[in-house]
């Protein structure tokens, strides 16, 4: 299978609903959960396409363009971005989806860098 196959194949779709006890005072998912989740993410996509173990070594910036109301659902997608010797990058957006009509828009983008392990925990190939 080429890289691109691979790359292809790890694309990682996953939907959630936003329920009050993932919100703060403002009714919106708390940040810090929509981190947490496009981690999980990123993780999932990296070792979809490694098939290797994989830690997470660092995100990139992560903007957050529009609060995520409580009954919404969300799209979480990851896609593989950039592929290094021991590391590859995984671009993961969310959507917000209004659950009772067909309006859906990004509302937060970040970029999470994976890194695969042996059982020691030392880097290796990715590949």
Do not use: C, W
Not at 4 to 27: G, L, W
Request: proline share 3%; aromatic share 8%.
């Amino acid at each position: 299978m080429t890289i691109q196959e691979k790359i292809d194949q790890s694309e990682t779709r996953i939907f959630r609903a936003v329920f009050p006890n993932t919100t703060n005072h403002y009714d919106t998912l708390f940040g810090g959960n929509a981190m947490q989740l496009m981690d999980e993410v990123a993780f999932i996509t990296a070792t979809r396409f490694s098939r290797k173990k994989v830690v997470t070594v660092s995100s990139s910036r992560i903007d957050f363009n529009k609060p995520i109301p409580s009954g919404t659902l969300i799209e979480l997608v990851g896609k593989v971005a950039r592929v290094g010797n021991t590391s590859v990058d995984i671009q993961v957006k969310i959507y917000i989806e209004q659950m009772y009509s067909d309006y859906r828009e990004e509302a937060i983008g970040g970029t999470f860098t994976l890194v695969a392990i042996d059982e020691h925990k030392n880097p290796i190939s990715v590949v």
